[in-house]
Nanobody, 116 residues
Framework: QVQLVESGGGLVQPGGSLRLSCAAS????????MSWYRQAPGKERELVAR????????NYTDSVKGRFTISRDNVKNTVYLQMNNLKPEDTAVYLC?????????WGQGTQVTVSS
């Protein structure tokens, strides 16, 4: 069964850090472009970060550049999002996505709340 299982979300103070993990099963994630999206209440779903199949190319939305880092471990079939210097506006449900040429999979989402 194809599955993306996310972990690492939670409550953190402004300026703090979290590392999200996305564990893939039922398919070989190394053949897919992997991305992290986020969706806050009342806002459109936003692409946060994307990493190429081999991990050599990474892209970020402007608001997280310099603070977030996407990485992948194809041996472990896992993708990560390291989030540093978190801000209240980063509060959202973060979702993992795997994209092939014609096939896409989504994780269930994990809540990140940045608040004092």
């Amino acid at each position: 069964q194809v599955q993306l299982v996310e972990s690492g979300g939670g409550l953190v103070q402004p300026g703090g850090s979290l590392r999200l993990s996305c564990a893939a099963s039922g398919f070989t994630s190394s053949t897919y472009v992997m991305s992290w999206y986020r969706q806050a209440p009342g806002k459109e779903r936003e692409l946060v970060a994307r990493i190429s199949r081999g991990g050599s190319s990474r892209n970020y939305t402007d608001s997280v550049k310099g603070r977030f880092t996407i990485s992948r471990d194809n041996v472990k079939n896992t993708v990560y999002l390291q989030m540093n210097n978190l801000k209240p506006e980063d509060t959202a449900v973060y979702l993992c996505n795997a994209a092939g040429l014609r096939t896409r999979y989504w994780g269930q989402g994990t809540q990140v709340t940045v608040s004092s």
